[in-house]
Structures are given as C-alpha cells and as structure tokens.
C-alpha cells in the first residue's frame, strides 16, 4: 500500500471512532439536546473536511501516476536515442571540386561530307539501300582507283568549359570485422543537365554502366560504389571479402594528380571503370616476410546480355555473352616509402560496346525489304538529334592485360619530400568475331581488327611521373605516359574531358600544381596536358589502328584526333 493509501485509511479509522464516541455521549445524556445538535453540525462538517481531504488525496496519487508514466516515456526515449548513438555508424564525407578546362583540338580529322552523302543515296552513286557485298566491292573499287575522298582537317577550340563534380562519401564500421563503403556522385557541364552526348566516335561519348559518375552526365546523383568487407583471420593470415560495386576507378597511382588518397583497386594503367563484382584478398606479410605482401582475386560483370536487351526474351536470335573479368593485384612489396604492385586481368567475351544512351549522327539498319533473302543497309540522318539506346550485338574476343607498377618517396634519402613511380603494361587481344552491328559490319571491324582480319596482337603502354615539394606546402608534379599502335585497355571512366590519357596510341605529358590553402581540405590545381595521338581509335576495342598521316575518310567517319592541348584551373573542398 502506498504512503498516501495508508493516510488515507487512518484518517477514515479515526473519523468512524469519532463518531463512535459523539453517538455514545448522545445516548447517554438525551437532555443535553442542545449539545447533541451541536455536535452533529461539528460532524458534519469533519465529514466535509474528510471528503475534501480524500478529493485531495485521489488527485495527488493520479498525479502520481502521470508522473511515473511520464518519466517512463522520457526514460525510454532517452534510451532510444544512447542506442542510435551507440549503433549509427555510418560516416558521410563531401567532395565539390569546381574546374575551368580551356581545350584546343588541332588538326582534327572527319570525313568530308561527299562521302557522308554517299550513305543517303541509293546505288549504284550509294549505298542507302545495297547489301552487304555491293557495300564492300564499293569501298574497295574506289580504293583501287583513288577515288575515296581525304579527310578534312580542322582545328575546335572550346576557349573555356566548367564543370562541378559532387561526390558524397559514405563509410561505416559496423564491427571490427564487417564494414561498408560507398560514393554517390554527381559530375555535370555548367549549363548542362542533359546526361547524353552526341556520340563522336568515343566511348566517353556514351552514358555506359562505366563511366555514370566519373564523366559528366547532367544533375542526376549516380551510385559509383557501394560494397561491403568482411575481415576474417585463417591463422595468422588476414582474409577479406568484399561484394557490391566495386571501388574501381582512381587507383594507383591517379593519388598524386588528384592530390588525394588511393582512390580504387586496380591498377589505372590498365583498369579505370565501374563495375559490379567481388574480391577476395589474403594479407601475406606474416608468411612471406615481406612488409605489407598481399594478395587479392577479383571478379566484376562488365555486360550483362540476358536483361533489358532486344534479344533477352528472343529464342529467334543468338544471344550475347555476357561478359566476365577476372584477375588479381598483388602487392608485392610495400614499406610505407616504397611500394611494388602486379595486375593482371582476363576479360571474356568482349562485346562490340556496352548498353547505353547516346545521340547517334545517322541511324544504320539492315533488313530483307524485296525478300530475296539478302538484306540490304539503310541509312538515316539524325537531324533531330533523338537519343539512342545502343546494345552489343556481337562477342568479339577476348582480352589480357598486366600491369607493373613501382613507386617510391625520397624523403628519407635525400631530405626531400620527392616521389617518383613508374609502371609498364601490356595488353593481349585475341579476336573471334567481326561484329554484326551494321555500322561496323560493312567495314568489317572486330577486335582491333578491320576489312574482316581477325589476327592477335600485343599492345604496350609506359606511365611515368615525378612529384617535387614547392614553397608554401604546394606540389608541383610531371607526368608522361605512351601507348603502341595495339595498346588497349579499359580506363574509359578516367576523368577526362578529352579522352582516357591512359588509353593513348601515342605521347601524353601532363603537369600540375597543387596549392593548398587549409591543407588537403581546401585547395586550388593549376594544369596542363598535351596529347599527341600516333594511332586512331584509342580506347576503343573496334577497328585496326590506322597511322594518323594515313588515315582515310572511311577512317574518320567518326572524328579522329590529332593533337589537342589543354589549361585547366580548379578549387576543390573535401570534408
């Protein structure tokens, strides 16, 4: 019984032995009439008194009541808010780096527009309308005899260009073995939200799964990473597995131009491109002696052919492959100054390009219109500029790349904040297909390959650069990197408004400086690039090189460079 039942119940005793009392001395002396009235009025009014006192007591143990009630739902809330505390782990960072690129194509080669003409015309002055065979003798008979118009030269200059990239970083530590990282990201052109290009023959040029986040494609907020590791020990080995979009772009060693961190896995000489996939790395330092040894198998899907794609419920057509990598990175050195990296990777079934969206300057279709039983090509300008989905029709063949990459800091050597890396690649393509996409069909363009030849070659690629301290904690830093005539590999998501400078048939020098102003938060590059292109097609899997001077008009349907130069000037903030 509570403190104010018990009060309660004594006031109530003593009331009733009152009255007890007051009715014994009335029996007792019915003379006193006077008295005996006046004693009923006293009690009635103890009886208001108690009833007033027993109102009181109900409304304070209601009140009580309330407040124990009360107190429990703050309690409660108190505790939600300790265990959000306790368990919201997720940590987000922000990233806005504003640039202003100033670039300058010169002697860009197209095809002049006699030869486009030729594609809207009916035999036998064209080809709108010709089957594959009369398509092909053409080509070749004015080869023979000189009539294949040259390509026009011309110089474009987009005297300046903004951009803003955003990127929102997400990182938690769920327990000391499981964690989770992602990056939404959002890359778009001042004045610019449309997400696709007009597609002049280069793979930036199209809104591929690979490139969403890392080239400009309008205001839209794109999921470039998001994955999961789970660390585990076998022994004395550390065991990490990680799945999800895989942090695949910016990796070694983009970290000194981007005056960041090491932003992703594979190597960028050979490897710069989003994807879903899995890792599965050992750390080796414990049994091989060597400082920060390790081991890492990764596996990504670069095409997916059995969803959204014209022939995915079609029994009536030949599927595409879909399109597996696999490879490792291996670090086979890493002290903290010096570091030695191996990549391999092996791609099957490389497909003819990627589903995407893109804004193509003519429609190519080929279909059976008299029912001979041969088809014919027809062509159709674009002039509305109507967007495209393109899919891969063909597997192509296969591809190999290696990549070995070394770099070190000369501090400890000569006083010096200096470091200095270099890496050499090499690439395989090994082709099975001319593509059936009819564009490429009628020039009989595989992997690497054209006019039908499907033969095996061997690419080579060097990447060096040197990075120097400079007054005021800046960095002033050179870098150089040149590719063969076969050199390919997939770094079409490098953040580049020109072209992968990675991917180059030919001499790319680059130099920047970077001056912070509050550290690494807040800071401003000042750079420049100069590309020298050897070789068309570089970065793009169809087509056999072709030497710049030697180019035809056949070869530069799509617009080939030459020489482009470059000024950009940017303000990043990370936090």
Not at 320 to 346: C, K, P, Q
Not at 354 to 381: C, H, R, W
Not at 483 to 502: M, P, R
Request: aromatic share 12%; glycine share 10%.
């Amino acid at each position: 019984m509570t403190s104010s039942g018990r009060r309660s119940f004594r006031l109530k005793d003593w009331g009733i032995a009152m009255m007890a009392m007051v009715w014994i001395t009335a029996g007792a002396g019915m003379a006193f009439g006077d008295e005996i009235q006046e004693l009923k009025q006293q009690l009635q009014q103890l009886q208001q008194m108690m009833n007033q006192v027993q109102q009181k007591l109900s409304t304070l143990e209601k009140q009580d009541a309330e407040k124990k009630e009360e107190l429990a739902d703050v309690n409660k809330r108190l505790n939600k808010a300790e265990m959000h505390t306790a368990t919201d782990k997720l940590s987000l960072g922000v990233e806005l780096r504003s640039r202003a690129d100033s670039i300058h194509y010169q002697d860009m080669l197209t095809a002049p527009p006699s030869l486009f003409s030729a594609f809207f015309a009916p035999p036998p002055s064209g080809f709108n309308g010709a089957t594959l065979a009369q398509i092909q003798q053409g080509i070749g008979q004015m080869a023979a005899n000189g009539m294949i118009p040259p390509a026009q030269k011309s110089d474009v200059n987009n005297d300046i260009l903004y951009t803003n990239r955003f990127r929102l970083n997400m990182n938690a530590k769920i327990n000391d073995s499981l964690t989770f990282g992602g990056r939404m990201a959002a890359y778009k052109v001042w004045g610019d939200s449309t997400e696709v290009k007009v597609n002049g023959g280069s793979l930036g040029d199209v809104t591929f799964d690979g490139n969403t986040s890392s080239l400009p494609h309008g205001d839209t907020l794109h999921l470039e990473r998001a994955y999961f590791n789970y660390k585990k020990y076998l022994g004395e080995v550390p065991m990490n597995f990680s799945l999800g979009r895989r942090p695949a772009t910016e990796g070694p060693p983009l970290e000194y131009r981007n005056y960041a961190l090491v932003g992703g896995s594979p190597l960028a000489s050979i490897i710069n491109w989003q994807f879903d996939g899995a890792s599965l790395s050992f750390g080796l330092e414990s049994l091989t002696g060597l400082p920060g040894s390790e081991f890492k198998l990764c596996y990504g899907v670069g095409f997916e052919g059995d969803w959204g794609n014209s022939y995915s419920m079609s029994a009536s057509q030949a599927d595409v492959e879909d399109v597996h990598l696999l490879g490792f990175i291996a670090t086979l050195f890493d002290n903290d100054r010096t570091s030695v990296m191996l990549n391999y990777a092996h791609a099957w079934d490389i497909t003819d390009g990627f589903t995407g969206l893109t804004v193509m300057p003519m429609i190519v279709s080929k279909g059976d219109a008299n029912g001979d039983g041969v088809p014919e090509y027809y062509f159709q300008q674009n002039t509305g500029g109507f967007i495209s989905r393109i899919e891969p029709s063909t597997n192509i063949g296969d591809w190999d790349a290696a990549s070995l990459l070394w770099r070190t800091n000369l501090t400890e050597s000569f006083g010096h904040n200096i470091d200095l890396f270099v890496a050499g690649s090499w690439s395989h393509t090994d082709p099975s297909r001319i593509s059936a996409n009819p564009y490429y069909e009628m020039l009989g363009q595989g992997l690497l390959s054209s006019n039908g030849d499907l033969e095996t070659h061997d690419g080579y690629s060097i990447y060096a650069g040197a990075i120097f301290p400079m007054p005021l904690d800046a960095r002033w830093g050179f870098e150089y990197n040149w590719g063969s005539k076969y050199w390919f590999n997939f770094t079409g998501a490098e953040d580049s408004l020109v072209g992968s400078k990675l991917a180059t048939r030919g001499h790319v020098f680059e130099s920047y400086y970077h001056q912070p102003i509050v550290g690494q938060t807040f800071f401003v590059t000042l750079g420049g690039q100069y590309y020298d292109y050897e070789y068309t097609g570089s970065g793009n899997p169809l087509g056999a090189p072709v030497k710049i001077s030697e180019a035809t008009s056949f070869d530069t349907l799509n617009a080939v460079l030459d020489q482009v130069w470059l000024v950009y000037l940017s303000a990043t903030l990370r936090f």
